[in-house]
């Protein structure tokens, strides 16, 4: 997971250089210019699918949304369903919360995934029911991350009956099933601030194994000092391969932070000329 979130900043770091680069306004295009950018959003060759997608972006947006919802319901092609779903997330039109409610019952689950992050991003305390009912029987394996951080994005809102159920199950999910879908749950945790799951993060954490350090981030981005004690403790007795994110989690509790910090930087400096 921090391996993706690392090429997602890399891509925006990119992004962010070439943006001047983008029109200052909508291009037009015509329509059969528009339908034949959209099917080749799929296309095996990157320059193609690549300036197609810069087409269908660059369209002004009356256009290029009821195409977009088109494609994404009625494309033969799952990838180009994919692909449309998720450029219409671009265009900032109330209807594509429509069309994510629609993608979240598709078995293609690039769309799922999709739909999940969008709800992520634009949380929707209606949408908590599916999204528990998901729960229990979503597996996929790039699905269930991205519908577990939705639902944590719902939980960390207003208190309510739901929010306490939906906190429940997150906390529930910490300790549950395979490894890969437990430290999604505990990383969502830990982005979302969640002090609710503070007693399940900690009990992960003085346990050794793949997901101590998982944990041990998480109980740093939640920043309750309570959690230092722990976090101090495992210190002391956990394998060299956890210890940078100990170090990393007690630096974020604001504790010999320039200590920690040091270690961290000279670990980085090491690693960069084992890799050479």
């Known amino acids: ?3 993706t979130a690392l090429c997602i900043l890399a891509v925006l770091c990119v992004a962010s250089g070439t943006r001047a ?4 306004a909508p291009q037009s295009v015509s329509p059969a210019q528009l339908q034949a950018a ?4 799929g296309d095996l060759d990157y320059a193609t699918r690549t300036n197609a997608s810069r087409t269908v972006r660059r369209t ?5 949304v009821p195409a977009l919802m088109q494609a994404v319901s009625e494309q033969a092609d799952g990838y180009v369903r994919y692909r449309s779903l998720v450029l219409l997330t671009g265009f900032n039109d109330p209807r594509t919360r429509d069309a994510m409610r629609e993608a979240l019952a598709s078995p ?3 769309l799922r995934t999709v739909a999940y992050s969008f709800f992520e991003h634009n949380p929707d305390r209606a949408m908590l029911p599916p999204f528990m009912a998901a729960l229990d029987k979503e597996q996929a394996e790039f699905v269930r991350p991205a519908l577990v951080r939705a639902v944590a994005a719902v939980a960390g809102g207003a208190p309510g009956e739901d929010v306490s159920r939906a906190r429940q199950a997150l906390v529930r999910e910490v300790s549950r099933g395979e490894d890969f ?3 999604a749950v505990i990383e969502a945790l830990g982005d979302y601030k969640a002090q609710y799951a503070l007693d399940a993060l900690i009990a992960v954490a003085k346990l050794d194994g793949p997901l101590q350090d998982d ?12 959690a230092l004690d722990t976090l101090a403790a495992i210190q002391r007795t956990a394998p060299r391969a956890s210890q940078p994110s100990i170090a990393a989690a007690i630096c974020l509790l604001d504790v010999n932070c320039e200590s920690h910090v040091s ?3 000279e670990t980085l400096k090491f690693s960069d000329t084992k890799r050479k």
């Open 1 to 3: 997971m921090r391996d």
């Open 21 to 24: 680069q983008e029109p200052s």
């Open 38 to 41: 959209i099917a080749k959003l």
């Open 60 to 64: 002004a947006s009356a256009q290029a």
């Open 108 to 110: 293609n689950d690039r």
């Open 181 to 183: 879908f437990r430290s």
């Open 215 to 226: 944990a041990a981030l998480a109980l740093g981005k939640i920043g309750d000092k309570k």
């Open 263 to 265: 270690y961290l930087v």
